[in-house]
């Protein structure tokens, strides 16, 4: 009877396991895109070249991410989109992490726009 039980909770287990692996990963993901969106923007605003802020943005992020940097006259946006699969095991369906930081555009910085 013991043998049984195993056998239908193991699968069950393991499922929660995967997903629940995951969803840490899908949370630090997105923390890893704020913080390089932050400081791709902070850098954007004071006027630095945005080439070279992609390329900064870029290598804190996971490989396949997809960047948007635009600068006005007002502000300054970082647009960041990184693609998530799932465990194969799992069956769920892949994620696609998105998240922006905005900042103030410092007077003299020049209006580009990258993508």
Do not use: F
Not at 45 to 60: F, I, M, N, S
Not at 74 to 101: C, F, K, N, Q, W
Request: net charge positive; charged share 15%.
């Amino acid at each position: 009877m013991v043998t049984a039980e195993i056998a239908v909770a193991l699968p069950a287990l393991v499922l929660v396991l995967v997903t629940s692996l995951w969803a840490v990963r899908i949370a630090s993901t997105q923390v890893a895109c704020t913080d390089a969106a932050r400081s791709g923007a902070r850098a954007a605003a004071r006027g630095e070249p945005l080439p070279a802020v992609r390329a900064v943005v870029a290598r804190a992020l996971p490989p396949g991410a997809q960047i948007r940097i635009s600068r006005n006259v007002e502000t300054t946006r970082v647009d960041v989109a990184v693609p998530t699969r799932p465990p194969a095991v799992s069956g769920l369906p892949a994620l696609l992490i998105r998240t922006h930081a905005t900042a103030a555009t410092e007077p003299g910085a020049h209006s580009q726009t990258a993508k």
